[in-house]
Antibody, heavy 121, light 107 residues
């Protein structure tokens, strides 16, 4: 059974930093692209970032480029999202998401339960 | 950027109804479109990809159609578990984007 478990969320002050982690199990992590998608309270879904199976290729939403960094450790089956210069508008539930093997076809077949990040003073 | 517009934003329907949700792209995305279902407090679930391909284990009452700029998600006979919010997603290029969502509520 595929499982994606996020951790590292919480309350952070504007301008602060936070690192999210996603522990994956139930599939061969190193063969699949992985992504982060967020959802602000009461709002719709927004793509944040993605990384290829080997970690070489990354993609970002314009709104987070330069402030967020996605990475992965295939030896630990773990996906990361380093978030810095956080703003109130980054407040959201962040989902760790698995897509297919090819990063060029990012449909999201498995989602974590999500973790809340709140940016507030 | 390519914009995705769903209609309606909210839809009231009864069990057994046929329901159709539309998603329009501001320019052609060929058939690079997926549909997701999200229930309150849960993560989204993939229903359909490549506009019309049903994801494994998704009931056959769900179907998708369209190409280019106009797409539809149809639920042939609404079931109690189908009351949820539905999102379309384009993935012809990065960054991928979602529609604003359509909430299907009980009439």
């Amino acid at each position: 059974e595929v499982q994606l478990v996020e951790s590292g969320g919480g309350l952070v002050q504007p301008g602060g930093s936070l690192r999210l982690s996603c522990s994956a199990s139930g599939f061969t992590f190193s063969k699949y692209a992985m992504h982060w998608v967020r959802q602000a309270p009461g709002k719709g879904l927004q793509y944040v970032s993605g990384v290829s199976s080997n970690g070489v290729t990354t993609r970002y939403a314009d709104s987070v480029r330069g402030g967020f960094t996605i990475s992965r450790d295939n030896s630990k089956n773990t996906l990361y999202l380093q978030m810095s210069s956080l703003r109130a508008e980054d407040t959201a539930v962040y989902y760790c998401v698995k897509s297919g093997a090819l990063m060029v076809e990012p449909t999201f077949d498995y989602w974590g339960q999500g973790i809340l990040v709140t940016v507030s003073s | 950027d390519i914009q995705m517009t769903q209609s309606p934003s909210t839809l009231s329907a009864s069990v057994g109804d046929r329901v159709t949700i539309t998603c329009r792209a501001s320019q052609s995305i060929n058939n690079w479109l997926a549909w997701y279902q999200q229930k309150p407090g849960e993560a989204p679930k993939l229903l359909i990809y490549k506009a019309s391909t049903l994801e494994s284990a998704v009931p056959s009452r769900f179907s998708g159609s369209g190409s280019g700029t106009e797409f539809t998600l149809t639920i042939s006979s609404l079931q109690p578990g189908d009351f949820a919010t539905y999102y379309c997603q384009r993935y012809d290029s990065y960054p991928v984007t979602f529609g604003q969502g359509t909430t299907v509520e009980i009439k």
